[in-house]
Nanobody, 126 residues
């Protein structure tokens, strides 16, 4: 089982950058695929990025490729999301999530994630 806690959200101007972090509990962090999702007011939760436990493969929402970078440090049980060139439409609550250990399915859907954090607010002003 994994317990995750996000941090790093805040208010930033359009064009700026933020780095979100997710601290995870557990001794086998490296065997979980981790992901970021976001939910804007009045909208459904959407996939942002994921990084697999298999060779650290990364997956991104098409619309965010090139601006967002997901990474992990298995030694520190930490997941990160570097967000650059932020836009007002990136405003949302960002959630860190973990799939079941050794999961080999898709990474794009929220229902495939078993463990969720409480979220961290990111607000991008225009």
């Amino acid at each position: 089982q994994v317990h995750v806690v996000e941090s790093g959200g805040g208010l930033v101007q359009a064009g700026g950058s933020l780095r979100l972090s997710c601290a995870a509990s557990g001794r086998t962090f490296g065997t979980y695929t981790m992901g970021w999702f976001r939910q804007a007011p009045g909208k459904e939760r959407e996939f942002v990025a994921a990084i697999s436990w298999i060779a650290g493969r990364t997956y991104y929402a098409d619309s965010l490729k090139g601006r967002f970078t997901i990474s992990r440090d298995n030694a520190k049980n930490t997941l990160s999301l570097q967000m650059n060139s932020l836009k007002p439409e990136d405003t949302a609550v960002y959630y860190c999530a973990a799939q079941q250990e050794f999961y080999r399915g898709s990474h794009y859907f929220g229902y495939e994630y078993a463990y969720w954090g409480q979220g961290t607010q990111v607000t991008v002003s225009s």
